[in-house]
């Protein structure tokens, strides 16, 4: 079992900046050790943000934040974080944090899921 939760999401004026947090816990977060980031938008399909492998060597990005979020981690603290900047409207959704064995977008790839924190940016 592998526990997710997220914190830090808000509501932020558009071109400002957002740090989410999420803390991993559970006995099998040693094997599920990748972790990503999702979000869903109002009536859209969840999409994949970024995620970043055990040692931090492995990151991806989709390509609408590319340039703009950046994921880390902190593994003394099983904490990963995703760092939005120049945010803009169509960011706004629900951002959720998902631990997986493999850095892929699929998100059929991460059983592991939070419960997910609102980010709202305003025009």
């Known amino acids: 079992q592998v526990q997710l939760v997220e914190s830090g999401g808000g509501l932020v004026q558009a071109g400002g900046s957002l740090r989410l947090s999420c803390d991993a816990s559970?006995?099998?977060?040693?094997?599920?050790?990748?972790l990503g980031w999702f979000r869903q938008a109002p009536g859209k399909e969840r999409e994949f943000v970024a995620a970043i492998s055990r040692n931090g060597g492995g990151i991806y990005y989709a390509d609408s934040v590319k340039g703009r979020f950046t994921i880390s981690r902190d593994n003394a603290k099983n904490t990963v974080y995703l760092q939005m900047n120049s945010l803009k409207p169509e960011d706004t959704a629900v951002y959720y944090c998902?631990?997986?064995?493999?850095?892929?977008?699929?998100?059929?790839?991460?059983?592991?899921w939070g419960q997910g924190t609102q980010v709202t940016v305003s025009s």
């Open positions: 559970g006995r099998s977060f040693s094997i599920y050790g990748v």
């Open positions: 998902a631990a997986g064995t493999v850095v892929v977008v699929r998100e059929t790839a991460y059983p592991y």
